[in-house]
């Protein structure tokens, strides 16, 4: 589920969607730095923000200077939602990301993010995938599965 061009197809009426792979093997490689860049160069605009960033534990030096960045600025941050096997505690707390935004789940990302973009529209989606099942000793938002490495992806309201 965790599918930019999915979520795109099937939203791109209310928002736009980025994917943006971080494997420097794959052909469709974007360095983190270049996200990042396109995240604070839109911060300071509301229609165009990304308000939503799905990434994993290796980002965390671009999720604090985006927050840095923001911060400075006084521009309203992105959500960040963070998949990895890590807990709360072992993440940089400069990232600003809770355990209710980290989970082990790429469906579970996913549906955070449109619970996200919903909250901020104030609409519900047709597509949101019910909360994973409870697993002994996980997180609450998160299922105890070893994920393959997945790219970061930023979702930003539509241009008007």
Known sequence: ????????KNHSDQFEFFGFHDDPSSGDHTPAQTWADMVIERAGDHRRRIAVLICNKQHQEY??????HCITKGWVQPR??????????EIDKECGITQAFIT??????????FEEMGRLLDVKF??????????????AAGLATAAPPRPATTVAPPRR
Do not use: C, F, Q
């Open 104 to 113: 082990k789940d790429w469906g579970w990302a996913t549906h955070l993010a």
């Open 126 to 139: 047709d597509y949101v995938p019910p909360p994973p099942p409870a697993t002994p000793g996980a997180p």
């Open 80 to 89: 960040a939602i963070m998949v990895t096997r890590a807990v709360e505690s």
């Open 63 to 68: 999720l604090k200077e985006i927050r840095r």
């Open 1 to 8: 589920m965790y599918n930019a061009e999915y979520m795109g």
